[in-house]
Protein backbone atom coordinates (compact mmCIF):
# COMPACT_ATOMS: atom_id res chain seq x y z
CA UNK A 1 0.00 0.00 0.00
CA UNK A 2 1.52 3.20 -1.06
CA UNK A 3 1.74 6.47 1.24
CA UNK A 4 -0.83 8.20 -0.56
CA UNK A 5 -3.40 5.70 -0.20
CA UNK A 6 -3.06 5.83 3.42
CA UNK A 7 -2.94 9.65 3.35
CA UNK A 8 -6.83 9.27 1.31
CA UNK A 9 -7.74 7.03 3.95
CA UNK A 10 -6.57 9.28 6.80
CA UNK A 11 -8.77 11.91 4.98
CA UNK A 12 -11.79 10.14 4.66
CA UNK A 13 -11.35 9.55 8.34
CA UNK A 14 -11.25 12.85 9.14
CA UNK A 15 -14.19 13.38 6.52
CA UNK A 16 -16.29 10.97 8.43
CA UNK A 17 -15.23 11.62 11.60
CA UNK A 18 -14.11 8.12 12.12
CA UNK A 19 -12.42 6.94 15.07
CA UNK A 20 -11.19 3.43 13.51
CA UNK A 21 -10.13 1.85 10.28
CA UNK A 22 -9.19 -1.47 9.85
CA UNK A 23 -8.39 -2.80 6.51
CA UNK A 24 -6.67 -6.49 5.96
CA UNK A 25 -5.55 -7.90 1.99
CA UNK A 26 -3.05 -10.26 0.98
CA UNK A 27 -0.63 -10.44 3.97
CA UNK A 28 -1.09 -7.05 4.84
CA UNK A 29 -2.74 -5.37 7.96
CA UNK A 30 -3.42 -1.35 8.26
CA UNK A 31 -4.93 -0.43 11.44
CA UNK A 32 -5.51 3.19 11.84
CA UNK A 33 -7.00 5.06 15.04
CA UNK A 34 -7.48 8.68 16.02
CA UNK A 35 -6.32 9.56 18.75
CA UNK A 36 -7.57 13.52 19.80
CA UNK A 37 -8.14 13.51 15.84
CA UNK A 38 -4.81 12.30 14.86
CA UNK A 39 -4.64 9.36 13.26
CA UNK A 40 -2.19 6.68 14.62
CA UNK A 41 -1.06 4.40 11.68
CA UNK A 42 -0.07 0.80 12.61
CA UNK A 43 1.35 -1.65 9.51
CA UNK A 44 1.92 -4.86 9.93
CA UNK A 45 2.39 -7.86 7.91
CA UNK A 46 -0.07 -11.04 8.61
CA UNK A 47 0.05 -14.71 7.56
CA UNK A 48 -3.09 -15.29 6.36
CA UNK A 49 -5.58 -13.50 4.18
CA UNK A 50 -8.63 -11.95 5.45
CA UNK A 51 -11.15 -11.33 2.58
CA UNK A 52 -13.45 -8.19 2.53
CA UNK A 53 -16.53 -9.51 3.86
CA UNK A 54 -14.40 -11.74 6.45
CA UNK A 55 -17.00 -13.72 8.85
CA UNK A 56 -15.18 -11.95 12.17
CA UNK A 57 -16.03 -8.44 10.60
CA UNK A 58 -19.63 -8.86 8.95
CA UNK A 59 -21.16 -11.65 10.94
CA UNK A 60 -24.99 -10.88 11.76
CA UNK A 61 -25.79 -9.53 14.75
CA UNK A 62 -29.29 -9.51 16.88
CA UNK A 63 -30.51 -6.21 17.33
CA UNK A 64 -31.17 -5.22 20.67
CA UNK A 65 -34.09 -4.52 22.03
CA UNK A 66 -35.23 -1.02 23.90
CA UNK A 67 -34.51 -0.31 27.49
CA UNK A 68 -37.49 -1.19 30.26
CA UNK A 69 -40.67 -2.27 28.79
CA UNK A 70 -39.99 -2.45 25.16
CA UNK A 71 -43.21 -2.12 22.70
CA UNK A 72 -44.32 -4.99 20.66
CA UNK A 73 -42.64 -3.16 17.68
CA UNK A 74 -39.55 -3.37 19.49
CA UNK A 75 -39.45 -6.96 20.40
CA UNK A 76 -40.09 -7.94 16.67
CA UNK A 77 -36.45 -6.09 16.52
CA UNK A 78 -34.99 -8.87 18.48
CA UNK A 79 -36.25 -11.46 15.67
CA UNK A 80 -34.27 -9.30 13.33
CA UNK A 81 -30.27 -10.13 12.27
CA UNK A 82 -27.95 -7.26 10.40
CA UNK A 83 -25.60 -7.19 7.72
CA UNK A 84 -22.73 -4.81 8.51
CA UNK A 85 -20.05 -2.90 7.11
CA UNK A 86 -16.96 -4.67 7.22
CA UNK A 87 -15.10 -1.51 6.02
CA UNK A 88 -15.31 1.77 5.32
CA UNK A 89 -16.45 3.23 1.88
CA UNK A 90 -19.04 4.03 -1.14
CA UNK A 91 -21.76 1.57 -0.52
CA UNK A 92 -23.43 0.48 -4.13
CA UNK A 93 -26.77 -1.91 -4.52
CA UNK A 94 -25.47 -3.18 -7.79
CA UNK A 95 -22.53 -4.17 -9.74
CA UNK A 96 -22.75 -1.16 -12.32
CA UNK A 97 -24.92 1.80 -12.49
CA UNK A 98 -27.08 -0.34 -15.55
CA UNK A 99 -27.43 -3.54 -13.53
CA UNK A 100 -29.99 -4.77 -11.24
CA UNK A 101 -29.45 -4.77 -7.65
CA UNK A 102 -27.59 -7.60 -6.12
CA UNK A 103 -31.05 -8.15 -3.38
CA UNK A 104 -33.91 -6.56 -3.15
CA UNK A 105 -36.59 -6.76 -0.13
CA UNK A 106 -38.45 -9.68 0.94
CA UNK A 107 -35.29 -11.78 -1.00
CA UNK A 108 -33.97 -14.78 0.57
CA UNK A 109 -30.11 -14.66 0.94
CA UNK A 110 -27.61 -17.93 1.95
CA UNK A 111 -24.36 -16.89 3.48
CA UNK A 112 -22.27 -16.33 0.19
CA UNK A 113 -25.05 -14.59 -1.37
CA UNK A 114 -23.63 -11.26 -2.62
CA UNK A 115 -25.61 -8.02 -1.13
CA UNK A 116 -23.77 -5.03 -2.14
CA UNK A 117 -20.63 -3.45 -3.60
CA UNK A 118 -18.70 -1.55 -0.95
CA UNK A 119 -15.93 0.80 -2.74
CA UNK A 120 -12.46 2.01 -0.55
CA UNK A 121 -9.67 3.39 -2.19
CA UNK A 122 -11.48 2.37 -6.14
CA UNK A 123 -11.38 -0.97 -5.37
CA UNK A 124 -14.58 -2.79 -5.46
CA UNK A 125 -15.11 -5.12 -2.41
CA UNK A 126 -18.10 -7.60 -3.19
CA UNK A 127 -19.67 -7.88 0.61
CA UNK A 128 -21.23 -11.30 1.17
CA UNK A 129 -24.52 -12.17 3.12
CA UNK A 130 -22.79 -14.45 5.56
CA UNK A 131 -25.96 -15.39 7.26
CA UNK A 132 -29.29 -16.90 6.11
CA UNK A 133 -32.59 -15.15 6.15
CA UNK A 134 -34.94 -12.68 4.06
CA UNK A 135 -34.13 -8.94 3.66
CA UNK A 136 -36.84 -7.22 5.03
CA UNK A 137 -34.96 -3.91 4.93
CA UNK A 138 -31.97 -1.76 3.28
CA UNK A 139 -30.71 0.58 5.76
CA UNK A 140 -27.92 2.51 3.42
CA UNK A 141 -28.89 4.91 0.37
CA UNK A 142 -27.13 3.80 -3.05
CA UNK A 143 -24.20 5.43 -3.59
CA UNK A 144 -23.34 6.20 0.55
CA UNK A 145 -20.39 6.67 2.69
CA UNK A 146 -20.39 3.89 5.04
CA UNK A 147 -18.80 3.44 8.12
CA UNK A 148 -17.11 0.02 9.43
CA UNK A 149 -19.64 -1.75 11.46
CA UNK A 150 -22.83 0.34 9.83
CA UNK A 151 -25.72 -1.66 9.45
CA UNK A 152 -26.37 -2.31 6.07
CA UNK A 153 -29.49 -4.92 5.33
CA UNK A 154 -32.01 -5.83 8.01
CA UNK A 155 -32.81 -9.75 8.11
CA UNK A 156 -35.91 -11.75 9.14
Known amino acids: MELKEIKAIIDLMKK ?15 ELEAHRHTPQVTAVPVHHVVTASGSALSAGTTVPGGAGHPSAAEEDKTAFKEII ?18 VEIGQSVAEDT ?35 GQPLFRLK
Open 85 to 102: SPMVGTFYRAPSPESAPY
Open 114 to 148: VVCIIEAMKVMNEIRAEIKGVIVEILVENGTAVQF
Open 16 to 30: NDLAVFKLEREGFKL
